[in-house]
């Protein structure tokens, strides 16, 4: 693991896929130091029509997910998952914050995978899916920050990623089909690109996850960590979270020009109730 001048480092990959039917399944490999403590995670988030989401963690016997060439294999037998992802895309990367107490990077290996996800007493589920790593060597609560927005939209042919960091400065990224896009407007439902006349509609949302995930964490990580939680604001110990599976509809001056599934997600930290 790196050094941070801070004491603070957290690397945090994310993997996903959806099936044609809107089944999805999400996991999470994670591991933190904070001072001279190290405290793996790893999660996973399952969301299946008819029976909704649900979710469970541990905070032990981390296993990453394995690079090889244009493939991302994850195999964890104990939590029960095994799950490969192939690039059906060019990696991105981008630099979200930097200052003099630290940095967070952002490393999306497989925008758009061909993916599969087989979840031990569980379905498993096949399509397109996405892989990304986040890097912070600074606390995420010393970052101005108001909002953070996430998103990803497949299709077989066309996909979108986009960030938003609402803040002093904002800052926004956005790629279509692996390009830069300047200008967009990022709404719960929706996202415009007024610069290429294309217009995404995020409709049939479901709800995968809606509470305070940042306080739950916080509160399992004091068992390894004791006091952490006693260092991090109300604030964004409070902030609230959600995040949603939804239809697409990538609309091209108000003709449909394809369909496919979105992720997205908030995070606010201006609603924080107890802040």
Known sequence: MSKSRNNFYLAKWYLDCTDDHGNTAIGQAANMRWHNREVPYTGLLMYEEGKGAAERSRFEDLNWPNQMGDQIIWEDNSFGISGWWEADSPPLTARLYHSEKGYVDWQCFQPRSRASF??????????????????????????????????????????????????????????????????????????????????????????????????????SLVEYVPGFNRTVPRFFLHAGEHKWRSRGKLMERGLVKNEGWAIHQLVDFTRAEGS
Do not use: M
């Open 118 to 219: 087989d979840i031990a007493d569980g379905p498993i589920i096949q399509g397109l899916g996405h892989a990304e790593r986040l890097v912070f060597t600074i606390e995420p609560w010393k970052i101005p920050l108001e909002q953070a927005r996430w998103g990803r939209y497949l299709s077989e042919k066309d996909y979108l990623i986009w960030i938003e960091l609402r803040g002093a400065p904002p800052r926004q990224w956005v790629w279509y089909n692996g390009v830069a896009v300047e200008g967009a407007v990022i709404e719960d439902e929706a996202v415009h690109l007024p610069q290429l006349g294309l217009h995404l509609e995020l409709g049939s949302s479901s709800t995968l996850e809606e509470e305070k995930k940042i306080l739950h964490i916080v509160q």
